[in-house]
DNA sequence: TCCGCTTGTTACAATTCGTAAGGTTTGGGA
DNA sequence: TCCCAAACCTTACGAATTGTAACAAGCGGA
């Protein structure tokens, strides 16, 4: 279903948290960053249709950083700030930003503003979403894996949820609640099983060995991590 | 280069004269109105950039006309309202305005979000008549398909409505509802196979391997995907 | 009126994906 | 070490979704 991406850089874990929440309700995937740098470091990873930047970092200037993200990436940036006053708006507009909204904010104004960036041509959803690891090349918009001889295999919807998940996600313990979560599948143990089903799917179409699986792998008790190294183009 | 025009509808005198003012000290030709139904006539004749529109105008519903004008698409729309509640925001954004800025306003933000605007023109789809993707040529003019080899195919009305929702979106996802409400069929199970059919149509005069389609992708569950290199002309 | 084209409808084939059932692995305890 | 229960994997099956061939209704032109 390709649901968007967008980002959050703010260095307060309260907003952090509330926007994820109303992101996530209205249908956004997000990831959320309390330091610039690791912000920037995501973005070689990463591809988000709308940002959501913060002023006021403590360890970057946010307008330099807003207007280098404007020239660079191609998604839509979008202000956060409790700055308030005309002059810190129309600067921040002019470097680049499409919109700049103020603190207190309400969530559901957010979410409407987002929604306006991914209207237009600018942003609107990322076309030709490919992430690469480990020799395969995963596409969303043919839902195809590519092996490095060149290959392609169909995914379907259902994997390439979990999939999704994982390359969002890498080397990282992903629980099963989580997923189940993310996949927005209703709790009980026939969901459990049916997940199972679609990685022992996803499994097959990644050639996994069953014995050594080398990219999911299953932590007893806990989760799965996915061990690929990511890069999203 | 000429400067871009923006149309300012407002029944205060007073709005006018600062925005006016305001605008063409920025480099702006403005054209003011007091009343919807002059700007509607002067629509006409003019092709503005940019729309400023006041809710709450006496003669019409300033929501119906904002929605009314994002649709013919041509222009961007911000609404100007003293209507403050979140909520008006909101629906305001959702109608199809671009941004809502909130009176009192500073002339300054205005300019400043304007320009913001004209940064990212909308995209201008509805005059290109011919659209090439991927060695095919769709003249909306002849109502025909015509491959590499200059070989030339029919299409009809309806195949034509499903291929020009495609051509509008490439590589996003359109879901069987947004696809029934741009057709204008009604819902039901029954107009569920009218789709299927005319998609299952339009395949087969794209010469698409049913079981491997390269340019309509079926995404189970969730719609369609077409995956061409679309340039209108 | 007849003919051909367009388009919705019906019926059935094909695909997807959750569910059930049985097998395998894991890790702790005897 | 062996045993066992819980966790996890895989296969097969069936309900829901989607594809397509065949038919019929509607329309316009000769």
Redesign the pocket.
């Known amino acids: 279903m390709t649901k968007p991406l967008v980002t959050i850089l703010d260095d307060e874990p309260a907003i952090r948290t509330i926007l994820a929440d109303a992101l996530e309700e209205a249908g956004f995937r997000t990831l959320s960053f309390s330091r610039a740098a690791a912000f920037e470091a995501a973005l070689k990873t990463h591809k988000p249709d709308v940002c959501l930047v913060d002023l006021g970092l403590p360890d970057t200037d946010g307008l330099t950083l807003v207007h280098k993200l404007a020239l660079e990436q191609g998604a839509a940036v979008i202000i956060i700030s409790g700055r308030a006053q005309v002059q810190d708006r129309v600067t921040g507009l002019e470097l680049g930003a499409d919109d700049y909204i103020i603190k207190p904010f309400d969530p559901a104004e957010v979410v409407a503003r987002i929604r306006v960036r991914l209207r237009t041509p600018k942003a609107a959803t990322q076309t030709g979403q490919i992430a690469r690891f480990n020799g395969w090349e995963a596409s969303f918009d043919s839902y195809t894996l590519t092996d490095e001889a060149g290959q392609e295999t169909?995914f379907?919807?259902?994997?390439g949820e979990v999939l999704r998940l994982f390359l969002d996600a890498p080397k990282r313990l992903i629980s099963?609640a989580q997923m189940q979560e993310s996949l927005g599948?209703g709790a009980g143990d026939?969901?459990?099983?049916?997940m199972?089903?679609?990685?022992?799917?996803l499994?097959?179409k990644l050639r996994e060995d069953?014995?050594n699986p080398r990219l999911i792998k299953?932590?007893?008790?806990?989760?799965y991590i996915f061990l690929g190294d990511v890069q999203w183009t």
């Not at 379907?156 to 994997?159: G, R, Y």
């Not at 199972?196 to 799917?201: F, L, P, T």
């Open positions: 169909p379907s919807h259902a994997e099963r599948g026939s969901f459990d099983r049916a199972d089903v679609r990685i022992s799917r499994r097959t069953p014995k299953t932590i007893y008790g806990a989760g």
